[in-house]
């Protein structure tokens, strides 16, 4: 099965940006980084998981609630990526961006919901 766009920015842009990090995982354990690798995976892949569990959100508060949970997730994978940056090789700049305009666009939503 195919992903099927959804026309919504932040679902598209999270599941994309989801596969994105798996790729980059990928590459990171060819280095033998395994651990950064396994917490990078689940906070990048977290955040798309969260805002599409916010689409069937039962009330406002549970929608604003799981795209906090995206937010602390797209912050965490921003942690990771500064760490792998420092530690043990260049982060493709895009990657960076993204998460940062995740960051950006979680909020912005939460903010106006």
């Known amino acids: 099965m195919t992903y099927k766009r959804r ?4 679902v598209d842009k999270s599941f994309y940006f989801g596969c994105d990090i798996v790729k980059f995982c ?10 950064i690798a396994s917490q990078l995976i689940r906070s990048g892949t ?7 569990e916010s689409q069937r959100g039962v009330s ?11 937010l602390k997730e797209a912050d965490e994978t ?6 792998v940056e420092e530690t043990t090789m ?15 666009l979680l909020v ?3 903010k106006n919901s």
Do not use: M, T
């Open 7 to 10: 026309n919504n920015i932040i």
């Open 26 to 35: 990928k590459e990171l354990k060819k280095k033998h980084e395994y651990e």
């Open 46 to 52: 977290s955040i798309g998981a969260n805002v599409r």
């Open 60 to 70: 406002n508060k549970d929608f604003k609630n799981k795209l906090a949970i995206a």
């Open 78 to 83: 921003s942690f990771w990526l500064d760490i």
């Open 90 to 104: 260049e982060v493709p700049n895009q990657l960076i961006e993204r998460c940062d305009e995740l960051i950006r």
């Open 108 to 110: 912005s939503i939460i």
